[in-house]
């Protein structure tokens, strides 16, 4: 029983030993290898995301937590380390949008499995896949936090611990990345902050030949003790002595963000894991990739017998149960010639899909012409209206002005009336 509470996730070494993932048949090597493995996978999507990096360092913690009360055989690391992120990236107020968590994890997984770089598409049922998954992958992490996800980095105490002991400027940066680097390991649940900032202090002050007050010795006034500082210089030395992490999968759930589950990722059992013989997609070592192409054939023949099951037009090109059992090289051949036609099929339907887009697209333009022509005759009768009214306005004022009646001045009466008597006034004289 693992006691949770804040800041108090603490294990001893016997817990790590039991740990879930030691008894489901996960040997040391290849737990380590994974924890590495999805802790690379956090850092490197962080800076993809442009995070600080205090996200990367909560998501790494929260992810060896994950595993300390969880198994690798029943959940993916790579699901785990998108969901660690995504809760990370909201924890320290960073928050990012799923869409951008899967589409980075998707990118790397392409690139590190050298596959050609494909658009993950947000409208297909692949994406809804994914992001259902990494939902569902939260609400289990935050369920076995107990809800508690409070994290305190030892990066905290690493300048105030070098301010005290007046150390020059040098170890401050070293230091520090050994300190993101310890984040790799388990030393986050087996030591408190202020004993791993001691151990990386240390580590660095040895690496640049420093020396530190050992009379009285330094480390008691930032309560650590000798022995977690050996521990933490040790966890880190064994740390930069492995190769780098490659990808194991264990897992029986596929967790690939690239392809499907059932071709790239396939299960693998207990008994091979205790044989010591883990089974390795990025190793070349023959074994591996004899048993993965077994695995590959395996698959290709379970579809194949799917897909004579529901297609009746296929049961003259699809080995019968009868024939798989004759030799092997015609195996071969009947399931490469069964995987090409389902690649065939799976080319048609996707050129069904993309011409029925096209005739939406095609639709959606036609309908976009006809309102717009609607618009314009619109606008044309609209405009007739008002050069009509501008006419009617025009004649209406011209006529206005030809019959008013013609009003005479004052002047021009007396005028008349003054000629008039003259007039008058010539004829009687």
């Not at 947000?122 to 992001?131: E, G, N, P, Q």
């Not at 013989?277 to 023949?301: R, Y």
């Amino acid at each position: 029983m693992i006691y949770t509470a804040l800041d108090t996730f603490y294990l001893t070494e016997e817990q790590l030993i039991n740990s879930p993932s030691r008894k489901d048949g996960i040997d040391d090597v290849t737990e380590t290898t994974l924890r590495i493995y999805g802790c690379d996978l956090i850092q490197e999507s962080g800076i993809l995301l442009r995070l600080p990096q205090a996200v990367m360092a909560t998501g790494q913690v929260l992810f060896h937590r994950f595993y300390c009360k969880k198994s690798f055989a029943r959940f993916n690391v790579k699901r785990v380390a998108a969901s660690c992120v995504w809760l990370a990236s909201k924890l320290e107020e960073s928050p990012r949008k799923a869409r951008q968590v899967l589409n980075v994890f998707h990118r790397m997984e392409c690139r590190r499995e050298n596959l050609p770089l494909e658009h993950l598409d947000t409208s297909s049922k692949k994406y809804v896949d994914l992001k259902a998954d990494l939902i569902r992958t939260e609400r289990h992490l935050l369920k076995e936090m107990g809800f508690i996800c409070h994290v305190e980095h030892p990066h905290k105490f690493i300048s105030n611990y070098l301010a005290t002991l007046e150390a020059p400027a040098k170890l401050r940066q070293e230091a520090w990345n050994l300190a993101n680097d310890s984040l790799r390991t388990t030393l986050c649940v087996r030591f408190k902050s202020e004993v791993v900032a001691c151990g990386v202090v240390y580590a660095a002050a040895r690496r640049f030949q420093v020396p530190l007050p050992e009379n009285p010795p330094w480390w008691k006034a930032f309560d650590a003790d000798k022995a977690g500082i050996d521990e933490v210089c040790r966890v880190l030395a064994h740390l930069y002595s492995l190769p780098k992490a490659q990808y194991i999968p264990v897992c029986k759930e596929g967790g690939s963000f690239a392809t499907s589950n059932r071709s790239r990722e396939l299960p693998v059992s207990k008994e091979g894991l205790l044989d010591g013989q883990p089974v390795n997609e990025d190793n070349g070592t023959p074994g591996n990739q004899e048993a993965a192409k077994e695995g590959v054939m395996k698959a290709s023949l379970d579809k194949l017998k799917d897909s004579k099951k529901s297609d009746d037009d296929s049961k003259s090109s699809m080995p019968s149960e009868g024939e798989s059992k004759e030799e092997p090289g015609k195996t071969d051949h009947r399931t490469d010639a069964g995987g090409e036609k389902n690649k065939e099929r799976e080319r048609e339907r996707g050129r069904d899909r993309e011409r029925e887009r096209d005739k939406e697209r095609l639709k959606s333009r036609e309908r976009d012409r006809g309102k717009e022509s609607d618009r314009e005759r619109e606008r044309e009768d609209f405009e007739r209206d008002r050069d009509k009214s501008k006419e009617r306005s025009h004649r209406s004022r011209d006529k206005g002005h030809s019959e008013k009646p013609k009003h005479h001045s004052s002047r021009d009466r007396d005028y008349q009336s003054y000629s008039s008597r003259e007039k008058d006034r010539r004829r009687h004289h």
